[in-house]
C-alpha cells in the first residue's frame, strides 16, 4: 500500500498562484505514474495531470495548459503541480494518486491522498 500526502493548498486571488505537493511513502514507491484529479463540488471528479514516472512524460487538461505544471522528485518519491493564473473555476479539491506498477498515465489509479483544498476568489 502506498500513502499518499497532499500539501499546498488554501485560498488565492484569481491570477494567483499555488504549488501543491504529494509525498509517496509506504511499500517500495514503484508506480508507474501519478497524477492530480480535482473535484468541485456537485462535479464529477476529473484528471488535471499525469506524469509518468519512468520517463517524465505529461499530460494535461485542455483548461490547465500553459497554466499548470506537474514534476516530479524521483529521489523523494514526490509529486508537484505548480499552478499559475489561476481562475474561480480552479476552485477544487485536489487529490494525488498513483497507479500501479504495471499500469500508465491512463491508470489504474488505486492509491489516493485525502485531497487538499484549492479556493479561488474573484
Known amino acids: 500500500q502506498v500513502h499518499l500526502v497532499e500539501s499546498g493548498g488554501g485560498t488565492v486571488q484569481a491570477g494567483g498562484s499555488l504549488r501543491l505537493s504529494c509525498g509517496a511513502s509506504?511499500?517500495?514507491?514503484?508506480?508507474?505514474?501519478m497524477g492530480w484529479f480535482r473535484q468541485a463540488p456537485g462535479k464529477t471528479r476529473e484528471k488535471v495531470s499525469s506524469?509518468?514516472?519512468?520517463?517524465?512524460?505529461?499530460d494535461y487538461l485542455e483548461s490547465v495548459k500553459g497554466r499548470f505544471t506537474i514534476s516530479r522528485d524521483s529521489a523523494k518519491n514526490t509529486l508537484y503541480l505548480q499552478m499559475n493564473n489561476l481562475k474561480p473555476e480552479d476552485t477544487a479539491v485536489y487529490y494525488c494518486?498513483?497507479?500501479?506498477?504495471?499500469?500508465?498515465?491512463?491508470?489504474?489509479?488505486?492509491?489516493w491522498g485525502q485531497g487538499t483544498q484549492v479556493t479561488v476568489s474573484s
Open positions: 494518486a498513483a497507479s500501479d506498477p504495471d499500469g500508465s498515465m491512463m491508470g489504474p489509479y488505486r492509491n
Open positions: 509506504g511499500r517500495t514507491f514503484n508506480s508507474a505514474a
Open positions: 506524469i509518468s514516472w519512468r520517463d517524465g512524460a505529461t
